[in-house]
């Protein structure tokens, strides 16, 4: 952008196009501003949410005084244009392009995946191409299959949106073009890898060329039903629909010029809690079990209104309500908000890929949340911004978009977040409290402790001083840290004081709604009632094999209801699959509450907590023309009261030597993933050639351990491409015991030997 641009973005602007007076601001391009009053441009290679690809020339128009006609999507809009977007030059001109991209085309919409939905079938048809009167000698160039995707380079008509997406958005960097005339074609330069992310790429491409190998040659697209929801995984609550036949879900899709969905979204949607029939006896069991719990455990993969209903419940009965993540993000946001007067982080991810510069601290962010990784990747495109990434493991994939990597010891988060905070409020004026906090830290000692050297942080002060536009995304490992209230109040200081746009990423599924709907307690005790947990009695959506002590719940893609995204958004999700068994709301009816169905409470989720009096049937669930979401609604901005108390920094010791993380791998988030068969991968231990080492294993050795009280059995394997001392143990595999495991993420093991 130059400078007389960036003077002028935002300043209103008017124009005409086909007659028809447009208002809008400057900085915006002619097809932005023609979407923006319903005019329609057609266009082969536009895809609202990168940027401009310009290789069609489909969307070209005529602008009074200007010779020639000019591309829409490229060219931004002036103040008082006038501008035709068809006349009689333009149609020839489209029509010729039409018949260019039909050369060589094979016929074969017949039996073409993307029939019905094809945008080259669509517009050789709308420009009323007959014939084929161009060819070029046929080729053979066969199908690739790249896994979860496949490649046929003779429907490719070279539009390049599959590698902007790759790049812009997933980064996943998988994607390149190969020129060669007609022989040009998109190459997969890490087939290896066989990125779930492509699936994104894949959602974009106009034609049949680029499709998801699994639902390649399964059903006409027209026959499935389209059902509107939510992601439910990671917390990102991204938009997706559902499409479906004969009770069975073919394929998730998207909104994909506004939106995109990880391997997660796209690919974990065969969850569901399959032939549930009602089975009073259990239902009668579990109904006493919850009446006399004294305890209710609950794993994070519920709606907002069935968080309520456990929260009634607890009115009701008296029992304590466990969720040790929610729990522990509840504490953490509440001691940040002591420092800035709100509920809730400021942050946004619109915020994060419009940063200059992002710091990422205590998450393994692009596993935590893939959506988050995708803004971060679009600033660093976009805006060629800085991204420090503070953690104690470097993330390989994370490496191409990452221009500073700090590597703090495990344990010293608090130690690192006071550095952090000290190097980039420097130059701010801050009250008297504040400032005695900062001028009492002991720096040497600190960054002796955590391991970051002073020089480290000055490199990154330095390097973000001509900057603007900071982001700072923090997750998972932060929140059950021991000194997580202390670590919430140091960070949220660059909120309050440096307008840093921050981002508390939610620990995995519905983790925001829980915590601002229950009240949360810590410690479990007495008769034990689990929802999607192990417990005296288990209420169970993965299925159940002793009808004593379980009974069976729905999968979130078999109910009604919503969730609470970490862009701080309530959003709807539908039912995709048929469930005949019994829902929470039958329980809690059955105990003294009333109301017909789950949704009836989405009207009342707590209003104090920034949910809104809204029936669940009135949430809007869509984007309008120029991209404005419509989904359910944001949660309002709630005052706290403000009492800065920061304490003394304590160093935590004992977190040398040998030590695990858990950490799900990328697209697995829970015991809900873990049984979708397109995600399903070998589970290891993995550890580095150093780690093996420290710890006595050998490549291949089955070891067992205990973190939270749930036994580990793996298989340890080196993975050559890791250093240092920490390896990788994932939970998600683990079925109901898996919510368990909920203590600092980083933890020292007594390996043994397991049964060969
Ligand atoms: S594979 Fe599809 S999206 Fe990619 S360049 Fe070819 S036609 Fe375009
Ligand atoms: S897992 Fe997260 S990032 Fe992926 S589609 Fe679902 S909500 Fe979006
Ligand atoms: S949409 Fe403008 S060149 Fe393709």
Redesign the pocket.
């Known amino acids: 952008m130059n400078i007389h641009n960036s003077i002028n973005t935002g300043k209103a602007i008017k124009l005409t196009i086909d007659g028809k007076v447009c208002k809008s601001t400057f900085g915006k391009t002619i097809i932005e501003i023609a979407r923006e009053n319903d005019i329609y441009i057609p266009t082969m290679c536009y895809l609202t949410k990168v940027k401009p690809i310009a290789s069609c020339r489909m969307c070209i128009v005529d602008v009074e005084g200007v010779e020639g006609p000019i591309l829409s999507c490229q060219e931004k809009a002036t103040d008082g244009a006038v501008i035709r977007t068809n006349n009689k030059e333009l149609y020839a001109e489209r029509q010729n392009i039409m018949k260019l991209y039909n050369v060589n085309h094979p016929l074969e919409c017949g039996v073409c995946d993307k029939s019905g939905e094809c945008d080259l079938q669509n517009k050789t048809m709308e420009f009323n191409v007959e014939t084929q009167p161009f060819t070029t000698r046929e080729q053979h160039r066969p199908v690739e299959n790249w896994g979860h995707v496949s490649y046929d380079p003779a429907l490719c008509i070279m539009c390049e949106k599959c590698v902007r997406v790759s790049t812009e958005i997933t980064g996943d960097e998988a994607l390149q073009l190969k020129f060669g005339g007609y022989s040009s074609t998109i190459i997969n330069t890490k087939i290896d890898k066989n990125y779930a992310s492509l699936g994104e790429a894949a959602a974009v491409c106009p034609v049949g060329a680029l499709v998801d190998t699994n639902f390649k040659y399964t059903t006409n697209a027209w026959e499935l039903e389209k059902i509107p929801s939510a992601?439910p995984?990671?917390?990102?609550?991204?938009q997706?629909t559902y499409e479906v036949k004969n009770d069975m879900i073919y394929r998730m899709t998207n909104n994909y010029e506004f939106t995109s969905?990880?391997?997660?979204?796209?690919y974990g949607f065969d969850y569901d809690n399959k032939n549930v029939s009602k089975d009073t006896k259990a239902f009668d069991l579990a109904v006493n079990a919850m009446k006399n719990a004294d305890s209710i455990l609950f794993a994070n993969q519920i709606t907002n209104e069935e968080a309520l209903i456990l929260q009634k419940i607890k009115e009701l009965t008296g029992a304590k309500l466990i969720s040790a993540e929610a729990r522990a993000y509840q504490k953490f946001m509440s001691s940040y908000g002591e420092v800035t007067g709100k509920q809730l982080y400021s942050g946004t991810l619109k915020g994060i890929s419009e940063s200059k510069a992002i710091i990422v601290l205590g998450t393994k962010i692009y596993d935590d949340?893939?959506?988050v990784k995708y803004h971060i990747n679009m600033a660093s495109k976009w805006h060629r911004a800085r991204v420090a990434y503070l953690h104690p493991l470097e993330d390989l994939e994370m490496k191409n978009i990452v221009t500073q990597f700090i590597k703090y010891e495990a344990g010293s988060e608090e130690g690192v977040a006071a550095l952090l905070v000290d190097t980039l409020l420097k130059e701010f004026e801050l009250p008297k409290g504040v400032q005695a906090f900062l001028d009492d830290l002991d720096i040497g000692n600190l960054s002796a402790e955590s391991n970051v050297g002073e020089e480290e942080l000055e490199f990154l002060r330095k390097s973000l001083i001509k900057k603007n536009d900071f982001s700072l995304v923090v997750g998972s490992d932060l929140y059950a840290h021991p000194r997580a209230t202390q670590i919430a109040k140091i960070l949220a200081l660059l909120e309050k004081y440096a307008n840093f746009n921050v981002l508390c990423v939610p620990p995995a599924g519905n983790a925001m709604g829980i915590s601002l709907i229950c009240d949360l307690d810590d410690e479990v005790s007495g008769k034990t009632v689990g929802y999607n947990v192990e417990a005296d009695f288990t209420l169970s959506a993965l299925g159940t094999n002793d009808s004593k002590n379980s009974l069976d719940m729905p999968a979130l893609n078999q109910q009604e209801g919503t969730l609470t995204t970490n862009d701080k958004r309530v959003v709807p999700m539908n039912v995709a699959l048929p469930y005949g068994g019994y829902v929470l709301n039958d329980i809690a009816n059955a105990l003294g509450l009333d109301a017909r169905y789950t949704i009836d409470y989405t009207k009342q989720l707590p209003v104090a907590k920034g949910f809104k009096a809204e029936t669940f049937d009135s949430l809007p669930n869509h984007f309008d023309a120029s991209g404005v979401e419509h989904r359910g609604y944001l949660l309002s901005e709630q005052k706290v009261a403000v009492k800065v108390k920061l304490e003394e920094v304590e160093m935590l010791d004992g977190f040398d030597g040998a030590i695990v993380y858990h950490c799900n791998p990328k697209e697995q988030?829970s015991a809900f993933t873990n049984i979708c068969n397109a995600l399903a991968e070998e589970i290891f231990l993995l550890g580095s050639q150093q780690f093996a080492t420290a710890s006595k294993l050998s490549d291949g050795q089955k070891v067992s351990f205990v973190i939270d009280g749930v036994t580990f059995e793996r298989v340890f394997k080196i993975d050559t491409s890791m250093k240092g001392t920490i390896a990788l143990n994932p939970s998600y595999d683990m079925g109901l015991s898996a919510p368990l495991v909920s203590s600092y993420r980083f933890s020292r093991v007594d390996f043994m030997k397991a049964g060969s």
């Open positions: 992601c995984h990671c917390g990102g609550g991204c997706m969905l990880c391997g997660a979204g796209r949340a893939p959506a988030f």
